[in-house]
């Protein structure tokens, strides 16, 4: 049964001027409420499991989408999917999303949910996920979302980190013009944990990205690395937020766009950094390429301080190459339409080199055939 | 083990003389908002009949109105009870002998006419709701510049063109206390620079709550003709007062062709002060606006001055301190739209917390279709010297065209261990070292205000800000 929302989604932690219309979003979402029958692939020490003990924590981790959002999860027919990753082990996780697949036959789901899930062209999916990080683990997930056709998927993420674990997510959305996208992720890390997120995204008819992670224990760590190149006329609505509670914790957001014909962007990036967070330090930095005169770029890089002694500072450029930059490639025989696409290459390559080598997916690799066009580029890690 | 060194608030009691406020010499509107209210104010002020209909829209405008809830709080703020307007009962005059003996020692202590004897073109001072003073010296005025209230000006030659500038910047429409301000406006001046005058020395208004639980709503209309040169400057300052006091006056900013105007205001209200002004500034071919913003004062502080750069090459320069001490929230900073090709903004905004203070900093830089080459680039940089502070940056740019080259930079920190280190080993002591170090984080912005013509200023910011620390 697909279930039609309106939800307000994305919000500025706190808001500025309504005329900007970056406040938060207003967004439909048409979904059927059932798990879709994602490829799932494990290595090393995770496991899925049915413990239940983790259930109330890992709901109460707040979201980039927040409350609406996350009580509209709460309000689903089926418990999340939940992995956990051994203590002391390391581990992968790959869970591919290939929504024009006609047939199912797929790990990790019933058989008569794979049938009935058998997603058309015009597609809906919605899959939860919690995943605990156990002490000491090293995890990295990758996530692959695809669709060359119309759809709408909505995919979200609970994540807890133990003290010493680290869990690298990596998500790449490749989809059409036509495909409408949400996904949500909540982290909380605890003592001595990390979190980094790779994100890479290509075109979509409308993209809503959220991410908040809590670093709620002493010397926790995030980093996330976002990049992203529109279609020709997508939405794309972003919030990341990092809280700093604990002691000394870091964490860093670097965005690279590149944005076309008229589409319409809007990133919200916040580091908040709450009384008690002694010896924080918080970077963010956004960097924006336009390459066409009716595209919309809208940026809020907001620093929240309750905090005495931190360390925080964002930057953010919009709008052309500098113009060192063309005269270096142009006085090298490089036409500026080259340059342009010269640059937003290595921006969105510099963002998939942080993604792990492994064996259990090709996604690295396909994600560098998306932008060059070609299956090895040889580039320096 | 890390020593922390006091910081004082600014001293405000310089500012907190209010001998013996006494209601029968002064004339009130009662509190609240009516028609008829409005109708009164009119009548009193002997308004044209375009400028009553107005105050009348502006009204409904006003009654429909919501009011915001994206900023500090303005739940204190009871605007059923607030008296629109209050005026003493004396007429303007431009001889300061004839000024009521309590009115003008109050300026005098403030150092008005000592600055204006000093180093000012014109001063005009308003009282409550009501310019009390007014001269402009006769060279300036010799030149054709026209420095006088608003009031006088909406009956004399210049009627015309104020009814064609009025609230065009900054219409009722705006937000709910520009809606306000349209109904109940009261004072404020008109400044006309003609064509290629350049005004070498400042114009100043300087603005004085004394009646509790009122609100003044000055209006400042300044039009700066092609090619001509003018730095205006505004100083607040109010009295302590227990009943919440309201503050929503509107400057309004016509930069010709060519011509430069720079706007300097140090608003030092007490902390009873709601502060809610607008200031707009619309800046034709190759003119530059520039903004000069100290924000020490006030309880609840809306503060956002906004260029619109309309014509090919025009430019803002944005400079601002903004002091948050304890009980205030101080939410500040600059709005800039770029529609002329090849326009620039250069903002350069810092902020410090203490004591439980808050401050704001929120900008927004919009970039339009038409902004070929547009430069933006705002530089924020905000100082906490305690834990009990906060300290928010909240900007945003809507940025419309790929030619554009928009930079945004922000950096929030307390005192640097190292920077203490550098100086204690050179034979500074600790607070010593702190006291330079927040004199260095203050003075880039402090040095474009200018001192040499205000004593309030002087007063505030060399000697609480910078001279009380250890």
């Given at each position: 049964m697909i279930q039609e929302r309106e939800l307000i989604i994305n919000h500025l932690p706190m808001k500025t001027w309504y005329w900007l219309k970056i406040n938060d979003k207003n967004a439909k979402i048409a979904v059927k409420n059932e798990d879709f029958p994602a490829e799932v692939l494990t290595k090393g020490g995770i496991a899925a499991s049915e413990d239940e003990s983790f259930a109330e924590t890992l709901s109460g981790i707040e979201t980039g989408m927040g409350k609406e959002f996350e009580a509209y999860i709460e309000s689903q027919l089926y418990l999340p999917d939940l992995f956990v990753a051994e203590e002391g082990k390391d581990a992968e996780l790959s869970i591919r999303f290939?929504?024009?697949?006609?047939s199912a036959g797929v790990a990790g789901n019933d058989a008569d949910a794979a049938d009935d899930a058998a997603?058309?062209?015009k597609g809906q999916a919605l899959n939860l996920y919690h995943v605990v990080a156990k002490k000491g683990s090293n995890l990295t997930i990758y996530t692959d979302h695809l669709s060359r056709n119309e759809g709408t998927a909505v995919v979200d993420f609970r994540i807890l980190v133990e003290a010493g674990a680290k869990v690298k997510l990596v998500q790449s959305h490749r989809f059409s013009e036509d495909f409408r996208f949400f996904s949500n992720v909540g982290v909380k890390v605890e003592e001595e944990g990390s979190f980094e997120l790779v994100t890479v995204a290509f075109s979509g008819k409308e993209m809503n990205l959220a991410l908040c992670t809590d670093l709620s224990g002493d010397r926790s760590r995030a980093r996330y690395d976002i990049g992203y190149v529109s279609g020709n006329a997508s939405d794309i609505d972003q919030n990341y937020l990092i809280r700093y509670r604990g002691k000394d914790t870091e964490g860093e957001i670097f965005s690279n766009g590149v944005l076309k014909g008229t589409t319409v962007k809007r990133f919200r990036g916040t580091i908040d950094f709450i009384r008690g967070c002694v010896g924080a330090k918080g970077a963010e930095k956004e960097d924006v390429l336009l390459l066409d005169d009716r595209a919309v770029n809208k940026t809020a890089p907001l620093i929240l301080c309750g905090e005495e002694d931190v360390e925080g500072e964002h930057g953010a450029t919009i709008g052309k190459l500098a113009d060192e930059v063309l005269f270096y490639l142009r006085a090298r025989g490089v036409s500026e339409e080259d340059a342009y696409s010269l640059i937003a290459n290595g921006r969105m390559n510099s963002v998939i080199e942080r993604i792990p080598e492994t064996d259990l997916t090709d996604l690295k690799k396909e994600l560098k055939r998306e932008v060059f066009g070609v299956d090895e580029i040889e580039t320096e890690a | 083990m890390k020593q922390k060194t006091q910081v004082d608030d600014v001293n405000r009691s310089l500012y907190d003389f209010r001998y013996g406020y006494d209601e029968e010499h002064y004339y009130k509107v009662d509190e609240g908002l009516t028609a008829e209210i409005v109708e009164t104010i009119s009548k009193e002020k002997n308004d044209p009949e375009w400028m009553r209909e107005f105050r009348l829209k502006s009204l409904e405008l006003y009654k429909k109105a919501t009011v915001p809830d994206w900023g500090p709080s303005l739940d204190g703020l009871d605007l059923d009870h607030i008296v629109t307007y209050v005026r003493p009962k004396t007429k303007m005059t431009a001889n300061w002998d004839e000024v009521p003996a309590e009115i003008k020692e109050t300026f005098e202590k403030l150092g008005i006419p000592q600055a204006e004897r000093e180093s000012l073109a014109g001063v005009g001072a308003q009282y409550d709701s009501e310019l009390v003073y007014h001269n402009i010296r006769e060279e300036v005025a010799a030149q054709g510049v026209i420095y006088t209230d608003l009031e006088s000006a909406l009956h004399g030659p210049y009627a015309e063109m104020i009814q064609k500038h009025?609230?065009?910047?900054?219409?009722?429409?705006?937000?709910k206390f520009m809606a306000l301000h349209g109904a109940v406006w009261s004072g404020g001046s008109f400044v006309y620079v003609p064509p290629g005058v350049k005004v070498e020395i400042p114009l100043q208004s300087y603005f004085r709550l004394n009646a509790p639980g009122a609100g003044q709503f000055e209006h400042t209309l300044i039009i700066v003709d092609e090619g001509a040169d003018l730095h205006f400057i505004e100083g607040c300052s109010a009295p302590k007062y227990n009943i919440a006091n309201l503050h929503a006056g509107a400057v309004e900013l016509y930069v010709g062709k060519n011509a430069r105007l720079r706007y300097s205001t140090i608003e030092n209200w007490s902390k009873n002060m709601y502060n809610l002004n607008s200031k707009r500034a619309l800046v034709e071919e190759g003119g530059k606006m520039e903004f000069v913003s100290g924000s020490f004062g006030s309880h609840v502080s809306y503060l956002y001055p906004m260029a619109i750069l309309k014509g090919n090459g025009a430019r803002l320069d944005y400079t601002g301190i903004t002091f948050a001490g304890e009980g205030q929230e101080l939410d500040t900073g600059m709005k800039v739209a770029h529609i002329g090709e090849n326009t620039t903004s250069v903002v350069s905004a810092k902020s410090i917390s203490k004591s439980g203070g808050k401050s704001v900093f929120r900008s927004s830089v919009t970039v339009g279709e038409n902004a070929k080459n547009a430069k933006s680039t705002v530089d924020c940089a905000s100082l906490m010297l305690d834990d009990e502070s906060r300290s928010d940056t909240i900007p945003v740019m809507d940025i419309r065209n790929s030619n554009a080259d928009v930079g945004h930079e922000a950096k929030i920190g307390r005192i640097s261990d190292d920077a203490i280190f550098y100086l204690m080993s050179r034979g500074m002591s600790e607070e010593d070292a702190r006291a330079m170090i927040v004199s260095g984080f203050a003075d880039n912005v402090s040095k474009e205000l200018p001192l040499e013509y205000a004593v309030e200023m002087n007063n505030l910011i060399r000697l609480e800000m910078v001279g009380s620390i250890g």
């Open positions: 290939d929504y024009d697949r006609q997603v058309p062209a | 009025f609230m065009k910047l900054l219409p009722p429409t705006d937000h």
